[in-house]
């Protein structure tokens, strides 16, 4: 969807908190080389400085405790065309929708960007895996995870101290509405990036990511996600195993992690991630919670490295 844009300033305005759609905005903002200058309204205020500097207005309304109608008036008396983006709705925005969203936003902002998907890439191009080593990431790990995983996960993470140059994808069976606090929770004991992806985002090196619950993800050669419709239901959220097909095809050269857990979803992943030529190492059966993962995978293929949550951590750190 990236084109060749004039670099024009915009303007974010967040009322309220940031919320997810807004920083989705900020993302493909910057993804589409424009110069990006944010205001954060926490309390109630009348005016904005140095507002009139920018040449289009995006105004994310969020949940409030405040009035802020004469905020409103004072930006649309500055003759700044201005867009209201209503946070509460376009956060429940996933798949086909959200991204319908995102380009009538980016065409309203500036009409030399479609409002209509790219589609200018040949099948072949589509098929071509992404190296990201040349990106700067030396090992990219699924770590595959059910019940007992956010505990075993917090333990592996907390090992790295943010100098390994690693992408982590985690795939852990989740309710969409506990995946902002289980990011919380990892970042609490991690000096690693640890994030709930929103489509834009460029990943950091290192890097860990959570997979989502309803949508599929892509990286493109720059390292930038974009998040891509999820039309199938699967018995789990997510899918292990579909999940990992596509991170194979999207990226070369991937290995995989198995922690703790109750189904046999991920089994077929770890033997797809070893017949790729990946490593799969797997947490010690007796430090789990639930093994069924963990003794699933042991018994289809044969596993690089066992241990627990740290001395698999450490088993990636030595390589």
């Known amino acids: 969807m990236k084109q060749k844009t004039t670099k024009k300033h915009i303007g974010l305005v967040h009322i309220g908190k940031r919320e997810k759609s807004g920083i989705q905005i900020l993302e493909k903002l910057k993804q589409n080389d424009f110069i990006v200058t944010q205001w954060d ?62 380009r009538h936003l980016l065409n309203k902002i500036d009409s030399s960007i479609s409002v209509l998907p790219e589609n200018d890439k040949t099948e072949a191009d589509k098929k071509l895996s992404i190296d990201l080593s040349v990106l700067g990431f030396k090992q990219v790990w699924i770590l595959a995870a059910s019940i007992g995983g956010p505990e075993a996960l ?14 982590f994808i985690i795939i852990q069976h989740i309710d969409k509405e506990f995946l902002p606090l289980m990011a919380q929770q990892i970042k609490q004991a991690s000096k690693i990036q640890v994030d709930v992806p929103v ?41 292990i195993d579909e999940a990992s097909k ?28 070893n017949d790729s030529g990946g490593e799969v190492i797997t947490q010690l059966e007796s430090s789990c919670v639930l093994s069924s993962i963990v003794a699933g995978v042991k018994e289809k293929i044969s596993i690089n490295f066992e241990g627990t949550p740290k001395e698999m951590a450490q088993y990636i750190i030595n390589k």
């Not at 390292?223 to 959220?237: D, H, K, P, W």
């Not at 990226?251 to 770890?270: E, L, Q, R, T």
């Open 199 to 239: 489509s834009g985002m460029k990943i950091n090196n290192p890097s860990c990511i959570i997979y989502p619950t309803d949508e599929d993800i892509e990286f493109d050669v720059n390292g930038n996600i974009e998040l891509v419709a999820l039309n199938e239901v699967y018995g789990f959220t997510p899918c």
């Open 154 to 167: 917090q333990k592996f993470i907390g090992e790295f101290d943010g100098s390994e140059e690693v992408l």
């Open 246 to 273: 596509r991170i194979i095809k999207n990226i070369s050269h991937v290995n995989m992690a198995v922690f703790s857990g109750m189904s046999k979803d991920g089994i077929n992943a770890a033997k797809i991630v």
């Open 41 to 102: 309204v926490i309390e109630y205020q009348e005016t904005i400085n140095d507002i009139t500097n920018v040449e289009v207005i995006v105004v994310n309304i969020g949940i409030t405790d405040f009035e802020f109608d004469n905020l409103l008036d004072g930006l649309f008396e500055t003759n700044i065309r201005i867009i209201i983006n209503e946070a509460e709705l376009t956060n429940k925005l996933t798949g086909v929708k959200r991204q319908s969203w995102e």
